[in-house]
């Protein structure tokens, strides 16, 4: 006598029905979103990287790409004059789960205007730690 091993998981419908699937269950899906401002330095990271590789000649073409202003384009490139450690910090921010997002992306963009990188870390912390 042989004995016959299928994974599979069960799963509902959107019309309510439970249905059988083969193969291991999907990981769950961690509740929350992620931070306005985490999605903000993730793009500058990623314009950056377009403008380096010639993908796009200037913030104005980046602009138009992404439907905002120029000067809402210079805003979040601004972000990458943050010190590194800020911005590790703010692209392992963890997920807001409810309410608004505890970091505000107007105050993090003030930041990152002043040129000395202690004193954006001194502002850092007494701001969001």
Known sequence: ???LVLDFHCRTSDKGRIRMKRGKAPAPVEAG???RITR???LAIR???LLRDGGV???AELARLGH???ARMSQIMGLLNLAPDIQEEILFLPKTV???DPISARE???IATLEDWREQRRKWKTSFL
Request: aromatic share 8%; hydrophobic share 40%; charged share 30%.
């Open 108 to 110: 993090v963009i003030q």
């Open 40 to 42: 903000l330095m993730a």
């Open 1 to 3: 006598m042989s004995t």
């Open 98 to 100: 409810k309410g608004r």
């Open 68 to 70: 905002v202003t120029r």
């Open 47 to 49: 314009f950056d990287r």
């Open 33 to 35: 979103s992620m931070p």
């Open 57 to 59: 000649k200037d913030y």
